[in-house]
Nanobody
């Protein structure tokens, strides 16, 4: 079992940057694949980025070149650096992992991109 706690959301103007953090409880963080998802009002939750336990990364086409996912195993933390933010990036961002095919989610952090 793992608990995930996100932080770092907020209000930012188009073109701005934010860095989201997700801290995971437990001692097995380094073995977990970690992901960021987002859900905008009226839309389904969608995958944003994934970093595997080995450090490989995958991104949704809509964020490639603008977002960077990374992890610090010593701090049990996964980050999402978001640059060149667009209005359409507005959503609640969720941290995610799976243990034995069971998904775990954080409570989410709101990101609002608006002028």
């Amino acid at each position: 079992q793992v608990q995930l706690v996100e932080s770092g959301g907020g209000l930012v103007q188009p073109g701005g940057s934010l860095r989201l953090s997700c801290v995971a409880s437990g001692s097995n963080f380094r073995f977990l694949n970690m992901g960021w998802y987002r859900q905008a009002p009226g839309n389904e939750r969608e995958l944003v980025a994934v970093v595997t336990s080995g450090g490989s990364t995958t991104y949704a086409d809509s964020v490639k070149g603008r977002f960077t996912i990374s992890r610090d195993n010593a701090k049990n933390t996964v980050y999402l650096q978001m640059n060149s933010l667009k209005v359409e990036d507005t959503a609640i961002y969720y941290c995610n992992t799976e243990i034995l095919w069971r998904p775990y989610w954080g409570q989410g952090t709101q990101v609002t991109v608006s002028s």
